[in-house]
Structure formats: structure tokens, C-alpha cells
């Protein structure tokens, strides 16, 4: 059997990073099995649809690596399209589908038309809740006769269609990550399958589509397994073979409750636009809620893709660790090229100088970047207090003193490091610099180096002396020694 996965969003606004961990989990099962994995949109709620969304959700997945195989996708042109036998793969313009299955659990019994009000619905579970019941509705429907479901329907009353859950039951199935799970029949809702504008709920929908697209393994968040029941149920319904059910755990922050745009950025736009690197994005999503049983940490999407195993996901929810992130950020970083760091900060650059009305240095930019990629957690670091590079605020004399030392001694520091740099050339290195400051420094380098680093940045806290110097060129550097000097003649 062809291993085939899904992701089934809804174009709702953009990724959360969670949904994109269920996506990628869903790919890397299909291709550790040689299988394909499937894009198909949800988009049935009419009410919450989001401009762009489609195009949001495309973007993600292909920025991260993850590549559709059948299904929505974009074109060679960039455009959204659908690729696939077994289409269309909107739910919107699958309307005429649902409405043969819904026949079908009709006539069966498996199914009934609800006539009750919104008031009635509202009444019924404040009631239920009042009494401490579980919240469900109450069959009334059900009872109706054929004739009387007629005849409300000539008179145009609005209706849902709900699905007929047996009492006295157990629900019973093999989830890959928690087991054998049952459920008590009488605890499950009729569920509505069948909206009163005539469009499907997710869970008639799902369990249509999956099995004629022949999904074999469903991955999902563990916040859909008390639905499950209602979607083994409609497999039975219909006779159908139930795909392997892969509930995985949910994504939590630190206080352990499920990770929420409420308590700040957690779009995958989110985290492009603070520059997070795609591979960290992917490797670090990959281990939240997942064991690949070795003590290896950092995986690329083909090692993932070689090792990724059902076996090794894990129960319980995974604490979404921002310092773990931004160390795995960090690494990735520091693999890059300066080049392509280059590439990769253009855009935060360009923010910099339009902000800042500096002009840019196409060679001083690539030194910063060069600086500030150890340093760097994220791409959006590298502009971070970096202006001290284009100009200088005023400081004080008081300033340059390190320590206890006199205005003399001060004085005569920022002289032996102006002698040093004039006898280095035009053109000297970052080794140069440091080296023929280090040994004018000898065993006193705050002595030397202190008041240095404050003449070329104005700050406490900046690069290393030589590194500035090195930035900013022998001419630059020179004029701003000569300008802490002239503070000691006033």
C-alpha cells in the first residue's frame, strides 16, 4: 500500500507554527516511506475565509522545503493550482460530493435532518452546563417521521443534517502514538455534517475526502482525538477501511498550555520576518515532540526525510523553548558564508538606512556582517545598535578613562593606539590590527583597549576595539582618536 499523507488547512490567515510541525511530520512520513504527500484546503467555513491565505500557506511550505506532491500547489508562473486524479482538492468545489454521502447516511439511518433553532440550541446547552451534563444535543430531531421532514422542507424551514450515533456503544481504535483508544458511545454529539447553507462540517468533510484520496495516515494535532470517535463512526457508516490515525502532541509554551497567538508571534510569517533561517525553522520543529533515539541535535531536511520514524513521537506536549531556538538559530548562522548572509540581511539593511537616512557602504556593511555573525541568535540582529558604525553620539571625557586612571594616562593611551594605527597600512587586516594592539597593550590592555573602544563606538558596549577599527578603515578611525584627543586639550 502507497503511503499517502495530508495537509488539509484552512485559509484562514497565516501558518502557525504548529500546523506547519503537523505538516512537516505528515511529509516526512511519506517520504520516509516513499509515498506522497498531499495539499488539500478546507475551506468550508465561508465566514472565516482570509485574503491571500492560500498563497500564505504555499509560501510556507515551500520555504521551509516542504514540497506538495499532489494536490494545491503553486505553478511554474507562481500561481495557485491543483495537481491530481483525485481532485478538486478545495473542499468549496467538492459541494456535489458530500451531497451524494449525505444521501447515503439518510437513507440509511445513519444520518437525520434538524429542524432546531439556534434559541433552541443556545436553551438546551446553557440547561446542560446549569446541570453539570455534558453538552450534546438531545436526539429530538431524530424521532421525526419521513413525512413530517417533508413537509417542514416544502414550508422552507432551515435545517442541519447530523449524524446518528448509536447509544451503547464503544468507539474503539489504534492510534499510532497513544494506542488503543475507546470511547463511549453515548458520549459523542450528533455532530452537524451538514451546515443549513448546505456546506459540510470539517468532520464529514475529512472523512469523505481522505478516503477518496486515498490517504492512508492521517496526522493531526492530539487536540482532534475526543473527535476521532465521530470520524470512525462515519468510516463504519460507510464501510470504509479506517486510515492509520497518527494524533501528535500539541505545541505548548512555557506555562504548558497550547501555544496561542494570544500570548504573542506565532505565525511561521512571524518568525521569517525576525529572521529565523528555514533549516532551524524545520530541525528545531522536527524535535518538538519527537525522538530520533540518538544524541544527534542538528538534522537537514534530507536527514530528517532518511531517519523520521512514527515510533519516536512522543505523548506528551512539547514546551515551545525560544532559548533553544535562537541557540539552534545561531548555529545555523554561523554555517553560512558572508555572502550569504549578505543576501540573507539585505532586506533588514535596507529597513536600517531608509530608517536611519545613513548612507550605505556596500564594504562597511559586509564587515558588520562579518563582526556580528557570532553574535548573531537571528538575522534581524545583525542592525541592532550597529549606528556608532556611520556616526558618533558626544560623550565625555570622563568616559574614556578606564578604571582609575588619569586624564594622563588616558590621554597617552589614545596616543600609542593612534602611533600603532599609523604605522599599519591603508589596507591592514583584522590580524594586524589586533596583533600590533595587543603587544602595545602588553599585560595592561584595559589601560589601552578601554578608552579605545569607547573613541570609535561612544558606547559601554560595542565590538572589540580592533574589530571597530578594522570596520570603519585607518581614516575614520584616525579621525575619531584625533577627536577624543582634542577633549583632553579643552
Known sequence: MEVRTRFAPSPTGNVHV???RTALYAYLLARNHQGKFLLRVEDTDQKRLVDNSIEKILGALNWAGIEVD???????????????????????????????????????????????????????????????????????????SAKEVEDKIANGESFTIRMNVPQ???????????????????????????????????????????????????????????????????????????????????????NRKKLSKRQGDVSVEDFQKKGYLPETIVNFLSLLGWNPKTKQEHFSLEE?????????????????????????????????????????????????????GFEKDEELVQKIITIEQERMKKLSDVTDNIDFYFTIKNYEKEFLIWKQNSEIQTKDSLGISKKNLEELSDQFTLKEITDSLLAAAGDKRGDLLWP?????????????PFELAWALGKTETLKRIEKALELFEK
Open 18 to 20: 504548529g500546523n506547519l
Open 70 to 144: 499532489e494536490g494545491v500547489s503553486f505553478d511554474k508562473e507562481g500561481n495557485v493550482a491543483e495537481n491530481g486524479e483525485y481532485g478538486p482538492y478545495f473542499q468549496s468545489k467538492r459541494l456535489d460530493v458530500y451531497q451524494k454521502y449525505i444521501k447515503e447516511l439518510l437513507a440509511n439511518g445513519h444520518a437525520y435532518h434538524c429542524f432546531c433553532s439556534a434559541e433552541r440550541l443556545t436553551d438546551l446547552r446553557n440547561s446542560q452546563q446549569e446541570k453539570k451534563q455534558p453538552t450534546r444535543y438531545d436526539k429530538r430531531c431524530e424521532s421525526l
Open 168 to 254: 451503547g456503544e464503544s468507539v474503539t481504535f489504534k492510534d499510532e502514538v497513544y494506542g488503543k483508544v475507546s470511547f463511549k458511545s453515548d458520549t459523542v454529539d450528533d455532530q452537524v455534517l451538514i451546515k443549513s447553507d448546505g456546506f459540510p462540517t470539517y468532520h464529514f468533510a475529512v472523512v469523505i475526502d481522505d478516503h477518496l484520496m486515498k490517504i492512508s495516515h492521517i496526522v493531526r494535532g492530539e487536540d482532534w482525538l475526543p473527535s476521532a470517535p465521530k470520524h470512525v463512526l462515519l468510516y463504519k457508516f460507510f464501510q470504509w477501511e479506517t486510515p492509520t490515525m497518527i494524533h501528535v502532541p500539541n505545541v505548548l509554551n512555557e
Open 304 to 356: 530528517l526525510e532518511e531517519n523520521f520514524d512514527v515510533s519516536g513521537l512522543h505523548k506528551a506536549g512539547a514546551v515551545f523553548d525560544y532559548k533553544k531556538l535562537d541557540w539552534m538559530n545561531a548555529y545555523y548562522i554561523k554555517q553560512k558564508t558572508i555572502e550569504e548572509l549578505k543576501i540573507l540581511t539585505e532586506s533588514y539593511f535596507e529597513s536600517f538606512f531608509k530608517e536611519k
Open 452 to 464: 579605545l573602544r569607547v573613541c570609535l563606538s561612544g558606547e559601554k558596549f560595542s565590538p572589540s
